[in-house]
């Protein structure tokens, strides 16, 4: 198995402009996680999905970003309009599903906003 | 709401000598632990979990770890380091039967020869 696939791995982009972040879990995984790393804030839950349907979005930093996951297969993070404060390196993480599982983490998109 | 303090930052260590990373949880309902590992510029990794049953976990590349529920506590060690080892070092917890990730600020440790 390839693992949890991210892609861009790296995106520099301006303030203002529209940023979305592609991730595939692994292939059964019932569930996703959008992660956020920064030096100040550390590791932050964003969202996280299960079967498809947004679970938990409370770690969502506000309106600009926003995540959707169309199939099984796929799933977006979308932040319109981007700040030089979204620098970050964000991961998608999968899991089968239940309490206790291990997360699964993708490599990470580097995402610089300037 | 639950919470994890890595209480050291960065723990430098000569390569072959014992090492612990230092990790406690706030709640002291029932919860599910875990120790990740990320390498420079790399997603995180797990090491080992502990879910119930015997309060020593033992993980990949040597690594052990110990339940401790009087003290909420989950310390992770080695015996012997090697320069490899060097990484980011990541406590989380989950309460049980949510699947909501609390991650500690992380260690890094430092291993040099």
């Known amino acids: 198995d390839a693992g949890v696939i991210q892609s861009p791995r790296h995106e520099v982009t301006e303030m203002g402009q529209e940023v979305t972040l592609r991730c595939k879990p692994i292939s059964g995984h019932n569930s996703l996680f959008w992660y956020r790393q920064t030096m100040m804030r550390g590791l932050e839950l964003l969202i996280y999905f299960n079967n498809n349907v947004p679970i938990d979005d409370s770690g969502m930093p506000e309106d600009r970003f926003s995540a959707k996951m169309p199939n099984a297969s796929f799933s977006t993070l979308k932040i319109q309009p981007s700040e030089p404060r979204d620098s970050a390196v964000y991961f998608c993480a999968s899991s089968p599903g239940t309490s206790g599982e291990t997360q699964y983490f993708g490599p990470g998109t580097r995402l610089l906003v300037l | 709401a639950q919470s994890v303090t890595q209480l050291d930052s960065q723990v430098p260590v000569f390569e072959e000598a014992p090492v612990e990373l230092r990790c406690n949880y706030s709640s002291s309902v029932s919860v599910y632990l875990f120790w990740y590992v990320q390498y420079p510029n790399q997603g995180l990794q797990l090491l080992l979990k502990y879910l119930s049953g015997s309060t020593l976990v033992k993980g990949i590349n040597g690594f052990e770890a110990e339940f401790n529920k009087s003290q909420t506590s989950f310390h992770l060690r080695k015996p012997s380091v090697h320069i490899s080892d060097t990484a980011e070092y990541f406590c989380?917890?989950?309460?049980?039967?949510?699947?909501?990730?609390?991650f500690g600020t992380g260690t890094r440790l430092l291993v040099s020869p």
């Open positions: 989380a917890v989950i309460d049980t039967g949510f699947q909501k990730l609390v």
